[in-house]
């Protein structure tokens, strides 16, 4: 799940602040999806309402995890179809990897699907001499790039025209201008002949029935359906937390998901698969594979501070409305999942990596992802906890604890807040008036004022101010 990169969070967040274009090409675009949400939802009376249903929903879903998952596999498995269960990562991708060389498939073609990248699925097929086209056009742009994705559900979010243009003409198209509608055409044309001739398709789960044993693909693309019915063998590969009691559920999820993820009123494609090809039926595989993935979210289920994450659905929105994702974007977090639902979920799958760790520092806790959810998860809440857990867990001796247990020392002593304060701020105007280039090179303040402008400190403080007004109000009464 982590990216291959040896740089710490702080480093990738410099480069990634460095880069005009990606920072103005992710604030563009996650702006046009979080004002298309604030539209789409300001147009239902009873948008919380939903929230409250879905969240009901979700929560309950995740309690009873294990009765839902064994009915979704005994549905699925009457109809003759076939459920895997992988513990880690690895097994997940050692059981597709297995599936694919059981139907000596040489090409596999591929929608999009985040439990695929958190596996490493891709590099697993590709180091046995499987090729897997991502065919979702983000997915594949960035593919070209062999790059992650940037945003859980634009992955291509940091790419320009020109950008495209390139990986394109690397690709073979040659000449192709940079105009969406030409580098469209080409993708479309190239991606036709991976469907025609793909022997296994691979493809995510947005939702599984437990009612029925259905599984449901949201797409905007028709690529989802070409990878479904072309190819003779489909896998689905899901999360173990993906599941709905029933179809009734299932019709609120499709009215909140894509409001929440792009504004839409409904995705334009709903793909709701029931088993591989039946008897007098013209399309569709042979045979359907649902692998569950668990990688971790056994772990949480139960957990009283965490379990509610396993409630997302995927949206995006929190990332959608994040001041930090808006001005770092995906690959700054070195992690498949980025974002405020990234920071903390990777974390708790990757228990054991030293390096997710520090994602939970990614956050202004302002609240805003909480308030985005559609199911009501408490981000924000879950990231104090995890900051708090890291630093219980930290060096004795780490600069970290040493600057709080210094601040805790100092806020509790009136007289040695004052004090300190006091000199901190005449220092800071100070070198405000005349050494104004000394300030990114202070502890704390540096952090502040590189990538934004420090405003003048005024001649007396809040508490010297209030001070005359109590003076004041105490001689007027």
């Not at 080409?186 to 036709?192: I, K, N, S, V």
């Not at 698969?273 to 649902?290: F, K, M, N, S, Y």
Request: with cysteine.
């Amino acid at each position: 799940m982590m990216g291959p990169t040896s740089d710490d969070l702080a480093t990738r967040s410099r480069r990634a602040l460095d880069d005009e274009f990606l920072r103005r090409a992710v604030r563009f675009t996650v702006e046009r999806l979080r004002d298309g949400k604030a539209k789409s939802t300001a147009s239902i009376q009873d948008w919380e309402e939903l929230r409250e249903r879905a969240r009901g929903i979700r929560e309950h879903v995740i309690q009873h995890l294990d009765y839902y998952l064994a009915r979704f596999t005994s549905e699925l498995e009457a109809r003759g179809q076939h459920v895997h269960f992988a513990a880690d990562a690895q097994e997940a991708a050692s059981i597709v990897l297995g599936l694919v060389q059981e139907k000596r498939a040489r090409l596999v073609a591929k929608s999009k699907s985040m439990v695929s990248e958190e596996v490493g699925l891709n590099h697993r097929l590709a180091a046995e001499g499987i090729e897997c086209v991502e065919t979702d056009l983000g997915e594949w742009i960035v593919q070209l790039a062999k790059e992650p994705p940037s945003h859980l559900i634009l992955p291509a979010i940091h790419k320009s025209r020109a950008q495209v243009q390139a990986l394109f003409a690397a690709d073979g198209a040659g000449a192709v201008p940079p105009e969406t509608r030409a580098l469209a055409g080409y993708a479309r044309q190239r991606l036709r002949d991976v469907f025609s001739a793909a022997d296994v398709g691979i493809t995510g789960c947005n939702f599984a029935i437990a009612e029925t044993g259905s599984v449901v693909v949201f797409t905007n693309e028709g690529n989802g359906r070409m990878v479904t019915t072309l190819p003779r063998t489909h896998i689905v590969m899901m999360g173990a937390e993906r599941i709905l009691p029933t179809l009734a559920d299932l019709e609120l999820f499709v009215n909140v998901l894509p409001r929440s993820a792009t504004g839409q009123k409904i995705t334009t494609y709903v793909n709701m698969i029931t088993g591989a090809r039946r008897d007098g039926e013209a399309d569709g595989p042979e045979d359907l594979h649902v692998v569950v993935v668990d990688n971790g979210r056994s772990r949480l289920v139960g957990d009283r501070d965490f379990e509610p994450v396993l409630d997302c659905i995927r949206c995006g929105a929190c990332l959608n409305v994040c001041p930090v994702y808006r001005n770092i974007g995906g690959h700054a977090y070195g992690s498949v999942y980025s974002g405020p639902i990234g920071a903390v979920l990777t974390p708790l799958l990757l228990r054991d990596e030293p390096r997710a760790r520090e994602l939970a520092q990614a956050s202004s806790l302002c609240g805003a992802c909480y308030q985005a959810c559609p199911v009501k998860i408490p981000l924000h809440d879950m990231l104090v906890t995890l900051r708090q857990r890291a630093a219980e867990a930290s060096d004795s001796m780490s600069p970290e604890r040493l600057a709080f247990g210094t601040f805790g020392t100092v806020v509790q002593n009136p007289w040695l807040y004052r004090l300190t304060t006091g000199l901190f701020r005449a220092l800071v105007r100070y070198l405000q008036r005349h050494a104004a280039g000394l300030l990114p090179r202070l502890p704390v303040i540096s952090g502040w004022v590189r990538h934004r402008e420090l405003p003048l400190l005024e001649g007396k403080s809040f508490r010297a101010e209030y001070r005359k007004f109590r003076k004041q109000a105490e001689k007027q009464g």
